[in-house]
């Protein structure tokens, strides 16, 4: 994804907010609202702002918000509760890793977020527009790139685009392509393709629909350590550039340390976030700064980890 980024900013960035409720500030109230309805005057102003921005070619990614998010599985009798009571914001542009031991809800938060299912309890906005349901504008990217094998990756890149029936994708899947360095294997086929090459074609998938927020589950999680550390580079630079608002699932903490503004450590399952972490660190970020040790320990605890294994 190194070259061929420069330009895009407009390209990527375009209005693409979900019409429904606005979200206000921390009240933290459990929503009985239904998806879609205003809880507060005032919502066709953000998106009318954030479209003027797009407009001008500044802007970019969307602001999350996430309020008093609880959720179960299961029914009544035999409930699984998977998130207690989850609040946080990220602003647009930025990226927030969230960390958690295994099964503790993290992807479920994910989904809950893209819209693929409504939370039990609480509220989730989209500058502070309350999310209704899945929009191109909050796209997911999996560990498992899931590309249609019989496809070229240029035509997986194109299926969304072509499914939506939005016209004219070419230049945009040839845009999305340069982005992530695969121009010159647009003709191939996903079996053609390294696992870093078949994960750059899941993320140009994305970035193709021009999103406002990525939501990454574990996206480098299949990758071999080299390849692992080009693509957070890659990511990196191109949410930098970009300003894409981005939440990412990892299990590594030090990925979270070397990507995100801000990291949130969940308990064991039902999730709540028990530690948040302000990562201020200038870019570029270096594993053996003692800033970047001393955070790495610390979220360690966090996640339950004895002393020795902490440093
Ligand atoms: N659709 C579903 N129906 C029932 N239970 C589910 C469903 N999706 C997830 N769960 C359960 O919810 C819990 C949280 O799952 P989730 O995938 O969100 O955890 P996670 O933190 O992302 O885990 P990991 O880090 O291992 O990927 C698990 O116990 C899982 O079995």
């Known amino acids: 994804m190194g070259a061929g ?17 606005v ?19 005032g919502d066709g102003s953000v998106v009318t702002a954030a479209a003027e921005k797009i ?7 969307a602001s ?16 699984l509760p998977v998130l207690d009571d989850v609040s946080f914001d990220v602003p647009a542009g930025e990226t927030v890793a969230l960390l958690g031991p295994s099964g503790c809800g993290k992807s479920t938060l994910l989904r809950l977020i893209a819209g693929l299912d409504a939370p039990r ?23 498992d790139p899931l590309l249609l094998p019989w496809r070229t990756v240029e035509a997986n890149v194109a299926y969304g685009l072509q499914a939506r029936g939005i016209g004219g994708g070419e230049d945009r899947v040839a845009q999305a392509l340069r982005l992530v360095g695969l121009a010159d294997f647009a003709g191939a086929y996903p079996h053609e393709l390294s696992g870093g090459m078949a994960q750059r074609a899941a993320f140009a998938r994305a970035l193709v629909n021009h999103p406002r927020v990525l939501l990454l589950d574990e996206p480098f999680g299949k990758l071999d350590s080299l390849t692992r550390m080009t693509m957070q580079e890659e990511l990196l630079a191109l949410a930098r550039r970009h300003a894409f608002t981005t939440i990412l699932v990892t299990h590594d903490v ?3 340390l070397l990507l995100a503004t801000k990291i949130l450590v ?8 028990i530690r948040e972490v302000d990562n201020g660190l200038p870019f570029p970020r270096f594993r053996d700064d003692p800033a970047f040790i001393a955070r790495r320990r610390d979220i360690l605890i966090a996640l339950g980890h004895g002393e020795e294994f902490a440093r």
Do not use: N, W
Request: charged content about 20%.
């Open 5 to 21: 980024m420069g330009g895009l900013c407009q390209s990527l960035c375009r209005a693409g907010g979900d019409v429904g409720a």
């Open 23 to 41: 979200l206000g500030p921390d009240d933290g109230a459990v929503c009985r609202a239904p998806p879609g309805a205003a809880l507060e005057p």
């Open 121 to 143: 309890a609480g509220r989730i906005g989209v500058d502070h527009v309350r999310v209704a349901g899945p929009d191109p504008s909050r796209l997911l990217v999996f560990q």
């Open 64 to 79: 999350v918000q996430v309020r008093a998010v609880s959720h179960a599985f299961g029914d009544a009798a035999r409930p």
């Open 55 to 61: 407009v001008a070619g500044v802007s970019v990614g």
């Open 266 to 273: 969940f308990s064991p399952r039902p999730a709540r976030i």
């Open 254 to 256: 030090e990925e979270a």
